[in-house]
């Protein structure tokens, strides 16, 4: 029997009130899968911090597209946030711990390492000047139908 699998994608202007609209948008995407609250949370903080960064590292002083894609397959979900910004000179260095190119905002340096924490892959590709791709992978324990109360609180 072939895998069921499900794709979306959508796009939006890099405005940080579109961060919890992309978050909220993979959530209900991933909902089908069954995931546990903790393994939803963990979605949603990656994907949040993959756009946040979209809005403030691609597009600091410019309005520009974000896009997200997901496909769903058997128990995980593979996301995949596009940007066509200023792109990342150097992603090794962009991805270490604390690294930040706007410590004048306080930033923690810690957007990729959050991803990586929380995510089971997590791929980087960028070109200066031409934009980043950050790619997501997350395997769900997808627990039965009688699970389903449990995981979300109520009566199944």
């Known amino acids: 029997m072939q895998e069921k699998t499900n794709k979306m994608s959508l796009k ?4 940080s009130e579109n961060e919890p609209f992309a978050r909220s948008c993979i959530q ?5 899968l069954n995931p546990t609250i903790s393994e939803l949370n963990d979605v949603k903080t990656a994907v949040s911090e993959a756009v946040t960064n979209c809005i403030v590292h691609a597009y600091p002083d410019r309005a520009g597209i974000v896009s997200v894609e997901a496909e769903t397959a058997g128990n995980r979900i593979h996301i995949k946030i596009t940007d066509e ?3 990342i000179e150097d992603v090794t260095k962009a991805v270490e711990p604390f690294f930040t190119t706007r410590p004048e905002e306080e930033r923690s340096g810690m957007g990729f390492t959050v991803m990586k924490a929380f995510m ?3 791929k980087v590709l960028s070109k200066p000047g031409e ?5 997501m992978v997350k395997f769900f324990s997808s627990g ?3 699970e389903v109360g449990e995981r979300w609180g109520n009566d199944a």
Do not use: K, M, Q, R
């Open 120 to 122: 089971d892959d997590v």
């Open 12 to 15: 939006f202007i890099s405005l």
């Open 28 to 32: 209900a995407f991933c909902l089908p």
């Open 131 to 135: 934009g980043t791709v950050v790619e």
């Open 144 to 146: 039965n139908d009688a």
């Open 85 to 87: 910004g200023n792109g």
